[in-house]
């Protein structure tokens, strides 16, 4: 039979929640299975979210369609980028259902719902732009499942673990996060060579094996509030709103008339005008329900509010590094370096590991040492110290001595390491226990947008630095190789986006900017200098550094932002509900067998995070 209990409330006053249905213990033992199917999960998902960026060259060919091609380009930005617009608008709506419903549950469909997806894509029927357009749709299922995954990992081991261990268990879970993305790069590059259904089927037999581990062996251990109603205003105007704005963003790095971008394109304005209103709306909706599916009234928690502040800078200074690392890499560096354009998407991801290295050692380990100091200068120097590595890139020429590029990223990979768990504990020891599914999709969310959001604004600032430079670059290249004078002025004043994909791709953007008819008609000897692996990238490195060493400055003061905001404490008298009998605070008040404490969140001060409060109230 369901219980009422004492819910605190931000100014100290409990109130009684509604009947809500009894949930099993924890064992010691659960907390590892728990945190051990949550990580498989994040791998899996996290694996798939990057495989694909290798391995689209292998896939496009394999279904018959250039992405370079006119009206080609929209299949080339959904299968990149629709898997992470569905999460991110998804995330918070799928965490409060988990609230409502059970967040083992939802995190079993989504499982077994992202296992379905990733069937279907290597199952994927037909050729050309049918098969393209299906891959989409079953991208998209794919990120139906990651949402879930999502939403609720970050709540299930919060519930799991006592407050004093979820730095450490939160260090493991995002290290197997980045370790998935950097494993994806390099599987997709080998996987892709075999046969291009491969990169959808390794997905197969780990999410199979983990929907029956998590149906059999997990267990819901939070209270399950199943009495509130959905709010359908809210969720239909969040998604509407966040699914619209960042669809402007995606469009607007596409070309758009003779412009290099499209921000000046009526439906990118629309788009981003329409999904600003929508989530303003959304705000006033989620002000005045009674079950709203957004807490908003978490942000007058000072941590939870600036710890997701921080969090949301974290991201958008990390979300398009990898982005602009790899076009770096593959557009200028490796082909100076011998490495043929078709290879360099796999050597690429090799050359990245430094900043995987870090964080494996510095993930884990920052998470389990704060849990006994505290979290807070974990994270600000965590963030100073990415400052310090993207000030430092700045310095880097195009074609840089590897040495320091590698000191470089292993300094990045620290500094996320120390902030990542730090900054996940500290905002869902914020949470009260019944809203943790919510609070969790709330900052994946922030998360999720701000990589989205990234990848447009940094793409942005290096195409519009290449729509200046790059043109009178191409001229004075392409001039002497006999060329007609027409063609030459056509292509120097291509969109820079064209060139940018083809190199992210693996192709040699030469060869896709010059038409084949006209490149067959010259000297053999103009054809090899014109695809040679020097040509394209000392044309384009002058140009795409001066916008590249923006890029690093910004994504320097964003973690400059991220370190001061990880720095906040919470008000005196702000209230948090913490339920794990380890993490009981001295003073609390045992009735009937159980134990409920109220404890003030001052997260840097308790290996817990948590003060005890000066009374506490019995169920």
């Known amino acids: 039979m369901g219980s009422a209990r004492p819910v605190a409330a931000s100014d100290g006053s409990a109130s009684i929640s509604a009947q809500s249905t009894p949930t099993a213990q924890v064992s010691d033992g659960y907390k590892w299975i728990a945190l051990s199917n949550t990580t498989l ?14 391995s689209m060259p292998a896939i496009f060919t394999g279904i018959g369609i250039n992405p370079l091609a006119p009206g080609e380009t929209n299949y080339f930005l959904w299968l990149l980028l629709g898997y992470m617009v569905v999460t991110a608008t998804l995330l918070v709506t799928f965490g ?30 037909g050729s050309g732009n049918t098969a393209a357009l299906e891959m989409v749709i079953f991208r998209l299922v794919q990120g139906v499942g990651a ?50 259904r491969m990169v959808f089927l390794v997905s197969v037999p780990v999410g199979i094996f983990g929907t029956v581990w998590a149906y059999l062996k997990l267990h819901e251990t939070a209270t399950i509030r199943s009495n509130q ?7 239909i105007t969040f998604a509407l709103g966040l699914t619209t704005l960042l669809l402007g963003v995606t469009y607007g790095i596409e070309p758009y ?99 995987l290295a870090g964080f494996v050692v510095l993930g884990p380990l920052s998470g389990w040492i704060s849990d006994r100091v505290g979290q807070r200068m974990f994270m600000f120097v965590g963030m100073m110290i990415n400052a310090v ?28 390491g120390l902030f990542a768990a730090p900054n996940t504990t500290v905002v869902m020891n914020s949470v009260p226990k019944e809203h ?52 030459v002025e056509k292509i120097a004043h291509l969109p820079p986006t064209a060139a940018l994909f083809a190199a992210f791709l693996g192709y040699n953007p030469m060869g896709t900017l010059l038409p084949q008819q006209v490149l067959h008609t010259l000297p053999a000897a103009s054809q090899a200098h014109l695809l040679s692996q020097q040509f394209f990238p000392n044309l384009i490195a002058a140009p795409f550094m001066e916008g590249l060493r923006v890029v690093f400055y910004l994504s320097a003061a964003l973690s400059v932002i991220a370190a001061f905001a990880s720095l906040a404490r919470s008000r005196p008298g702000e209230i948090a509900v913490d339920e794990e009998p380890d993490a009981i605070a001295e003073g609390s008040i045992a009735v009937g067998g159980s134990v409920a404490a109220t404890s003030v969140i001052e997260e840097d001060e308790q290996p817990s995070g948590l003060h005890p409060a000066s009374a506490a109230s019995p169920r």
């Open 41 to 54: 999960g994040t791998l899996m998902a996290t694996i798939n979210s990057s495989i694909i960026l290798i």
């Open 96 to 125: 409060r259902i988990s609230d409502m419903l059970g967040r083992v549950k939802l995190y079993n469909l989504g499982f077994a719902i992202f296992t379905v997806g990733s069937i279907l894509l290597f199952l994927t029927p």
């Open 147 to 196: 949402g879930f995954l999502f939403a609720n990992s970050a709540a299930i081991i919060t519930d799991a673990f006592p407050s004093h261990q979820r730095g450490m268990a939160m260090g493991i879970n995002q290290m197997a996060a980045i370790i998935g993305s950097f494993i994806g790069l390099i599987l997709g590059g080998v996987l892709a060579i075999i046969n291009w």
């Open 229 to 235: 109603k959905l709010d359908w205003a809210g969720n």
């Open 257 to 355: 008339g003779d412009s290099p971008m499209g921000w000046g394109n009526p439906w990118v304005i629309a788009a981003l005008i329409g999904g600003t209103l929508l989530l303003a709306l959304f705000v006033l909706i989620e002000l005045r329900v009674a079950d709203p599916m957004f807490r908003i009234d978490l942000f007058a928690r000072r941590v939870f509010a600036w710890g997701n502040v921080a969090g949301f800078m974290s991201a958008l200074q990390r979300g398009g590094l990898q982005f602009m690392l790899v076009i770096w890499l593959q557009g200028i560096w490796l082909p100076l370096h011998g490495y043929r354009f078709e290879d360099t998407p796999l050597w690429a991801g090799i050359y990245m590991t430094p900043l």
């Open 389 to 416: 590595g993207f000030i430092g890139l700045t310095l880097l020429p195009a074609n840089f001595d590897y040495k320091w590029f590698f000191l470089l990223l292993l300094l990045l990979g620290i500094g996320q």
């Open 436 to 487: 943790r599914g919510v609070g969790s999709g709330m900052r994946s969310t922030f998360q999720n947008a701000a990589a989205l959001l990234s990848i447009g604004v940094f793409f942005s600032i290096v195409t519009a630095g290449l729509a200046n430079a790059l043109p009178p670059a191409l001229t004075a290249g392409l001039s002497p190789t006999g060329l007609p004078g027409a063609l």
